[in-house]
């Protein structure tokens, strides 16, 4: 299916736990992108990255690793979770060149116990 | 430090009447300015946007105004109609660079029969 596309739509881990959230986009855009949703503070972006292998912080890394070896896939991991890391996230992608709209997948919904 | 602001958490407005809501922005280099609308349990979805160049851009019932030297941007929904009713976020970019946009918190929309 084209589009971008996440998963697990939801997910429960224990504190301390390594997770890893998936994100593969069909459209070959070069930028991705990280968000977490949070009541009061919108859409904070935690790291995007400009192409494959090219990643770099946004407002709120700390905890989260990034990788993207392929242009399509741009996983996000929470190395040991913890209760604050508790939030729905969103990945995003768009296309290079000026006025472009950002696509976003449908969100994770993730909850550390 | 928060670059683009939505101060109304929650606006409420009759079917049929005209809704507005605002954002305010801080960063003087943003200059691609984008308007998301979100639905529980979705991702956001592009709605309109609009670059520095211009001061209004239009599309349906949607308008998107912007006053640089303010440095605020208003969404206008005209009519306002039930199906309208979702959190609507601010977006703000710089068309060069890094591409990444920066959100505001959102303000959620009642659209009361």
């Known amino acids: 299916d084209a589009g971008i596309t996440q998963s697990p739509r939801y997910k429960i881990t224990e504190t301390g736990r390594q997770v890893t959230l998936m994100c593969h986009q069909t459209?070959?855009?070069?930028?991705m992108f990280w968000y977490r949703q949070d009541l009061g503070h919108g859409l904070r972006l935690i790291y995007y990255s400009a192409a494959a292998d090219i990643t770099d912080k946004g407002e709120v890394p700390d905890g989260y690793v990034v990788s993207r070896s392929k242009t399509e896939n741009f996983p996000l991991t929470l190395e040991s979770a913890t209760r604050s890391q508790t939030s729905v996230y969103f990945c995003?992608?768009?296309?290079?060149?000026?006025?472009?709209?950002?696509?976003f997948g449908q969100g994770t919904r993730l909850t550390v116990v | 430090d928060q670059q683009v602001k939505q101060n109304s958490p929650s606006l409420s407005v009759q079917e049929g009447r005209i809704s507005i809501l605002n954002c305010d922005y801080t960063?003087?280099?943003?200059?691609?300015f984008l308007w998301y609308k979100k639905y529980p349990a979705e991702g956001p979805t592009f709605l309109i946007s609009i670059s520095s160049i211009k001061d209004k851009n239009e599309d349906g019932r949607f308008t998107v105004f912007l006053n640089k030297s303010a440095k605020h941007l208003s969404l206008h929904i005209v009519p306002s109609q039930p199906g309208d009713s979702a959190v609507y976020f601010c977006a703000a970019s710089e068309i060069q660079g890094a591409q990444k946009l920066v959100f505001g918190q959102g303000t959620r929309l009642t659209i009361n029969p």
């Open positions: 459209w070959s855009h070069s930028y």
């Open positions: 960063n003087s280099m943003f200059d691609y």
């Open positions: 995003a992608s768009r296309s290079t060149g000026a006025s472009t709209e950002a696509f």
